[in-house]
């Protein structure tokens, strides 16, 4: 996970109707994540050749008032995927803004040290995100900017003007320390134009979490 500060002007046009930017001490933050779906079922069926795949997806937080207070969550500006049928699939039931790619990924652990890797095909050239580092997962620590990150736990898409959402159910993760991180895209045709000075500022912060078994809820609620 490669978070940068952003300018809320740039997020506000792509804010879910009845959610707002989510600040933390005052900044807005827009994350480039990537990560493996392991054992996937999709409204509990499991696709064959489609249960482990990679996601590379950009996104930023926001929150919404709820009779329980506040749901803090996520919008996804873009979400990579390597299966046609997955992106069809996450565009129909959850109405995410999900592309079909040939993606790669690469792990190398050679203790303390570790390097992922995450790759995606477009145009006729790989591009990636990378981050390298050392050391074991840790308890990410209250208060703090990754626990901010994490910590949000619904999603949130703006459909035909209106805003539909849905849980995401995760235990709290464990996070390993990024001393390297990179990023090689063409931000203006991946992510649009007013993106491209965000990202290409070094980041704010880098991790690895250590992910988790995760449970997606869907819900009917409109905005």
């Not at 703090?144 to 849905?166: Q, V």
């Amino acid at each position: 996970m490669i978070n940068y500060a952003i300018d809320p002007a740039v997020l506000a046009p792509l804010v879910p109707p009845g959610t707002e930017l989510d600040f933390f001490h005052g900044t807005t933050y827009a994350s480039l994540v990537g990560f493996q779906f392991l054992k996937t079922r999709v409204l509990g069926i499991s696709f064959p050749f489609h249960r482990n795949f990679e996601e590379v997806n950009l996104r930023f937080y926001v929150r919404a008032r709820s009779p329980a207070g506040w749901r803090r969550g996520v919008v996804f500006v873009r979400e990579l995927v390597p299966r046609r049928a997955i992106a069809f699939i996450a565009r129909v039931v959850y109405g995410e803004p999900y592309t079909a790619l040939p993606m790669r990924h690469t792990i190398e652990e050679t203790p303390p040290r570790f390097r992922v890797r995450y790759e995606w095909r477009r145009r006729g050239q790989w591009e990636l995100l990378e981050v390298a580092g050392s050391g074991e997962a840790e308890e990410i620590a209250a208060g703090s900017s990754a626990e901010f990150i994490t910590e949000h736990y619904w999603g949130f898409t703006n459909r035909r003007s209106k805003s539909t959402e849905y849980e995401v159910a995760h235990p709290r993760w464990r996070a390993r320390e990024v001393t390297q991180s990179k990023v090689e895209a063409d931000i203006a045709s991946l992510y649009g134009e007013r993106f491209v000075e965000s990202l290409s500022a070094p980041p704010a912060s880098a991790f690895l979490a250590a992910g988790s078994e995760v449970i997606v809820r869907p819900h009917t609620i409109s905005r």
